[in-house]
């Protein structure tokens, strides 16, 4: 139990970090929007819900006021994301204490869920809301939105809907052996 403990400890630490990352990368990213254009980085569809082959033609130049909402935008997903990360942080700090089977636990596990099925639905929103901010300078007419689904999207809503009913099935045997713990 001591590795574990010990593992829990660092790992909250990185999930804290994390939290705290989540806003300073979305926020570099839009302030070098350009930059980040030219060189291709791993994580451009996850910053700017847009894939490479996806990028809006737009009539103009990024400007601050689109970089501006464009992070906002970004914020929705990035969010939840940090809501995520915190009940990582949460879990891993219980899981430090010994504290595996406990109902904070499990709640925490089902939060984290939830999140992952809303990190989803935030991602197309924003996704959706990037392509009208970086065409809003265009000429009428010439102005998009774009929706996009892929089997990521569906792959990450299933791990969170798995991830809710482990946190059900674990809450459930923790309340049977609170039960077993009372009989004599």
């Not at 569809?45 to 970004?74: H, I, R, Y």
């Not at 949460?90 to 899981?95: A, C, E, Q, T």
């Not at 791990?159 to 009913?165: A, R």
Request: with cysteine; hydrophobic share 50%.
């Amino acid at each position: 139990m001591d590795k574990i403990q010990r593992m829990s400890r660092r790992l909250r630490v990185l999930f804290l970090i994390g939290v705290g990352l989540v806003p300073v990368l979305h926020g570099l990213g839009w302030a070098f929007f350009e930059r980040v254009l030219e060189t291709p980085p791993l994580g451009f569809s996850a910053l700017f819900g847009l894939g490479w082959g996806q990028l809006p033609e737009m009539a103009g130049p990024v400007t601050p006021l689109m970089k501006a909402l464009g992070f906002a935008s970004s914020m929705l997903p990035g969010a939840a994301s940090m809501y995520g990360l915190a009940c990582l942080a949460g879990l891993f700090g219980r899981f430090s204490r010994g504290e595996v089977f406990s109902a904070g636990a499990t709640g925490l596990i089902r939060r984290l869920g939830w999140t992952l099925l809303a990190v989803q639905g935030l991602r197309v929103l924003h996704g959706s809301l990037s392509t009208l901010i970086l065409t809003m300078d265009n000429p009428p007419g010439r102005h998009m939105v774009s929706v996009g689904l892929d089997s990521a999207t569906f792959t990450e809503a299933l791990t969170g809907v798995v991830v809710i009913l482990a946190s059900w099935v674990m809450d459930e045997a923790r309340k049977l052996k609170e039960e077993q713990d009372l009989v004599i």
